[in-house]
C-alpha cells in the first residue's frame, strides 16, 4: 500500500481537497486497497480546524465528498511513513525542507506529471476554489497515471 501525503500552507483548502480529490478518484477506480492518503500543514495557524467554508462549498458543488477534518502539522514522523509527498507550491517545499530534509526525494509538487500548471494557487488569497479543484483534479488524474 502505498502512503500518499497531500501539503499545504495551512491544510484547510488545498491539500484537504486534494486528499477527498484523491479518494473519490481511486474509488472510482476501484483502486481504494492500494493507497493511504491524507493531508497535513506546514503551518501552525490552522491547526485543529475544519476546511475552511468556501472550499467546503466548493467541493460540494463539484460533487466530491468530504467529511469532517482536523488540520494538522506535518512532521517526521509523516516524512518517514510517507512514499510521497505532494505539495501545493514552492513555499510549501520551503517550508516542508525547514521540517525535514528531504534526503529520500520524496517531496514532489503536485504537478509534477501535469503539463501546464505549476503552483497551485491558496484560494485564501485568490477566490478561485473551483478554479483550484480543477487544477487539483487535473493533477489527481497525472499522479494516478504514474503511481
Avoid at 473519490?24 to 493531508?39: A, G, H, P, W
Avoid at 490552522?46 to 468530504?66: Q, T
Avoid at 528531504?102 to 477566490?127: A, F, M, Q, R
Wanted: aromatic share 12%; net charge negative; glycine share 2%.
Amino acid at each position: 500500500m502505498k502512503k500518499i501525503i497531500f501539503v499545504c500552507h495551512g491544510n484547510i483548502c488545498r491539500s484537504p481537497a486534494a486528499e477527498y480529490i484523491f479518494k473519490l478518484k481511486i474509488k472510482q477506480l476501484n483502486r481504494e486497497d492500494e493507497f493511504l492518503v491524507s493531508s497535513c500543514a506546514t503551518s501552525y495557524e490552522e491547526i485543529g480546524n475544519d476546511i475552511y467554508p468556501p472550499m467546503k462549498r466548493a467541493l460540494s458543488s463539484a460533487k466530491i465528498p468530504f467529511s469532517t477534518h482536523a488540520s494538522k502539522r506535518f512532521n517526521k514522523e509523516d516524512y518517514e511513513s510517507a512514499d510521497y509527498i505532494f505539495y501545493m507550491d514552492s513555499y510549501n517545499l520551503r517550508n516542508l525542507k525547514n521540517i525535514k530534509e528531504d534526503v529520500d526525494n520524496k517531496y514532489l509538487p503536485i504537478s509534477h506529471w501535469s503539463e501546464g500548471i505549476y503552483d497551485i494557487e491558496d484560494p485564501w488569497y485568490t477566490d478561485n476554489y473551483i478554479k483550484v479543484i480543477n487544477q487539483i483534479s487535473k493533477c489527481v488524474e497525472d499522479i494516478l497515471k504514474h503511481i
